[in-house]
């Protein structure tokens, strides 16, 4: 839209002979009109009498105003088309993200007990704001009657200076510990890095938890780990449902609910659960 602000004042002076706003004199109006239109009463559409005499007066030729006219329609098509391409590709691109979002808040609502709190786990402020999918996350719990808290926001490392990315077991401790009578946690900073003795170290008394194990979110990357990392997390029972990249194959059977938002989440993710 600030390309069609900026065009406009042109569009309408190319058309009107004025700039928006300013009406043109009488005998400027009248040589627009003889231009245009034509007058079988005037000699010559290209003069005019001088005011009080019966002199004609020469006027400056006029650009061919249609040509400019149609010249400035075809830049207000262009406008329009390249600022809807702008719109829409930013919309497109933040829609699986929703989808993502609202559709982890029907997971977790639905493993949460008779708790209507949610622990989060999130990055920490050297990643920047929330994700799209969190924001996303966060605003359908609230309009489903639940409130949602950060138990942790991890510091997850960073790609430039080498080692791990992801959340490291202290910090998965600790967001287990600060979840207090949450009925679920979830991680938007992927699967924890645990080994085999950390593993063994988390109570099982644990709140449900729920991972999103995905390349990105929304505008910003994700946190995936690895595949194997997750299985093994999901067989030791520490997690209990992870979503992942990856959506149905053309045989895999129709999600249950055919509403827009889990039809584009079905072609974008899947679902892992704990085994029975």
Same mark, same amino acid.
């Given at each position: 839209?600030?390309?069609?602000?900026?065009?406009?004042?042109?569009?309408?002076?190319?058309?009107?002979?004025a700039a928006?706003?300013?009406?043109?004199?009488?005998?400027?109006?009248?040589?627009?009109?003889?231009?245009?239109?034509?007058?079988?009463?005037?000699?010559?559409?290209?003069?005019?009498?001088?005011?009080?005499?019966? @002199?004609?007066r020469?006027?400056?030729?006029?650009? !061919?105003?249609? @040509?400019?006219?149609?010249?400035?329609?075809?830049?207000?098509?262009?406008?329009?088309?390249?600022?809807?391409?702008?719109? !829409?590709?930013? *919309?497109?691109?933040?829609k699986?993200?929703?989808?993502l979002g609202?559709?982890?808040?029907e997971?977790?609502?639905?493993?949460?007990g008779?708790?209507?709190?949610?622990?989060?786990?999130?990055h920490?402020?050297?990643?920047?704001?929330?994700?799209?999918?969190?924001?996303?996350?966060?605003? +359908?719990? *609230?309009?489903?009657?639940f409130s949602?808290?950060?138990?942790?926001?991890?510091?997850?490392g960073?790609?430039?200076?080498?080692? +791990?990315?992801?959340?490291?077991?202290?910090?998965f @401790?600790?967001?287990?510990? !600060?979840?207090?009578?949450?009925?679920?946690?979830?991680?938007?900073?992927?699967?924890?890095?645990l080994?085999?003795n950390?593993?063994?170290?988390v109570?099982?008394?644990h709140?449900?938890?729920?991972?999103?194990a995905?390349?990105?979110?929304?505008?910003?990357?994700?946190?995936?780990?690895?595949?194997?990392?997750? +299985?093994?997390?999901l067989?030791?029972?520490?997690?209990?449902?992870?979503?992942?990249?990856?959506?149905?194959?053309?045989?895999?059977?129709?999600?249950?609910?055919?509403?827009?938002?889990?039809?584009?989440?079905?072609?974008?993710y899947?679902i892992?659960?704990?085994?029975?």
């Open positions: 839209m600030i390309l069609l602000s900026h065009l406009r004042p042109l569009i309408l002076r190319a058309h009107f002979g928006p706003g300013v009406r043109p004199s009488p005998a400027a109006a009248s040589a627009v009109t003889q231009t245009r239109f034509g007058n079988s009463n005037v000699a010559d559409a290209s003069t005019f009498l001088r005011p009080g005499t019966g @002199a004609p020469q006027r400056r030729a006029s650009p !061919n105003l249609g @040509a400019v006219s149609k010249c400035a329609l075809l830049l207000l098509v262009a406008a329009v088309f390249l600022d809807s391409c702008g719109q !829409n590709t930013s *919309k497109t691109a933040l699986p993200s929703v989808a609202s559709v982890l808040a997971e977790a609502i639905n493993l949460a008779k708790s209507n709190k949610v622990a989060i786990i999130s920490d402020a050297s990643w920047g704001p929330a994700s799209p999918v969190e924001a996303a996350f966060t605003a +359908e719990l *609230k309009k489903r009657g949602s808290f950060i138990a942790k926001a991890a510091t997850l960073d790609p430039m200076h080498g080692g +791990e990315v992801g959340l490291h077991p202290a910090d @401790a600790e967001a287990l510990q !600060n979840a207090g009578d949450a009925g679920v946690v979830v991680s938007f900073a992927g699967p924890p890095l080994t085999a950390d593993a063994a170290k109570a099982p008394t709140p449900p938890i729920l991972i999103v995905t390349a990105g979110m929304g505008d910003q990357p994700g946190f995936p780990g690895s595949l194997g990392r997750v +299985e093994q997390l067989d030791a029972r520490i997690i209990q449902l992870a979503i992942v990249d990856g959506g149905m194959g053309p045989d895999a059977p129709a999600p249950k609910k055919t509403d827009v938002t889990h039809e584009l989440f079905a072609r974008n899947s892992l659960h704990q085994p029975q």
